[in-house]
T-cell receptor, first 117, second 107 residues
Framework: ETGVTQSPTHLIKTRGQQVTLRCSSQ?????VSWYQQALGQGPQFIFQ???????GRGNFPPRFSGLQFPNYSSELNVNALELDDSALYLC????????????????FGAGSRLTVL | AQRVTQPEKLLSVFKGAPVELKCNYS??????LFWYVQYSRQRLQLLLR??SRESIKGFTADLNKGETSFHLKKPFAQEEDSAMYYC?????????FGQGTRLTINP
């Protein structure tokens, strides 16, 4: 059984650029969530994908968008990067937060650390 | 509004001493709460969840609805408990995390 894998692990961009982060969910999981973790803060929910559709969104602007593919892998895209977007981006997979209690345990990836200069 | 508060950013105790990491929440419905842990150079992982009423690595946490708390406790701290601990509340389609407490166990 493979865990959640994310790529790239680190990247540096400049303001105004666009970035795509990738995530492969744990085998058997059909739901992917993305979180942003700024330095010294807890993870903040960006959005969740289930069956290739966005299924919940946090307080993030539309320039944060995502995709989920038929194999349940996912991408996070951020356009028009700002300095405050510098953070660790965490992907987590689960059997679905809307499911029975045991289904909503999140399995996290190691994260992609984005630095915006 | 759903909110999780961990009042201590840093907590330092000696090996063998009791540990209590505080967590308070704000939620209008029936809460479902978790503790996640991140050891050095490892990814965030589930430690325990209140519905399981389990003890993991000697840690327990009891949900107190009257005080809206879910404090994490361990009677005798071990050096390997040093880590970052996050309390989390299940909301609609998401987990709401506290800002975390860095626990350091001194030898």
């Amino acid at each position: 059984e493979t865990g959640v894998t994310q790529s790239p692990t680190h990247l540096i961009k400049t303001r105004g650029q666009q970035v795509t982060l990738r995530c492969s969910s744990q085998s058997g999981h059909n739901t992917v969530s993305w979180y942003q973790q700024a330095l010294g803060q807890g993870p903040q929910f960006i959005f969740q994908y289930y069956r290739e559709e966005e299924n919940g969104r946090g307080n993030f602007p539309p320039r944060f968008s995502g995709l989920q593919f038929p194999n349940y892998s996912s991408e996070l895209n951020v356009n028009a990067l700002e300095l405050d977007d510098s953070a660790l981006y965490l992907c987590a997979s689960s059997l679905g937060l809307a499911g029975p209690p045991g289904a909503n345990v999140l399995t996290f990836g190691a994260g992609s650390r984005l630095t915006v200069l | 509004a759903q909110r999780v508060t961990q009042p201590e950013k840093l907590l330092s105790v000696f090996k063998g001493a009791p540990v209590e990491l505080k967590c308070n929440y704000s939620y209008s419905g029936s809460p479902e709460l978790f503790w996640y842990v991140q050891y050095s150079r490892q990814r965030l992982q589930l430690l325990l969840r209140h519905i399981s009423r389990e003890s993991i690595k000697g840690f327990t946490a009891d949900l107190n609805k009257g005080e809206t708390s879910f404090h994490l406790k361990k009677p005798f701290a071990q050096e390997e408990d040093s880590a970052m601990y996050y309390c989390a509340l299940k909301g609609a389609q998401k987990l709401v995390f506290g800002q975390g407490t860095r626990l350091t166990i001194n030898p």
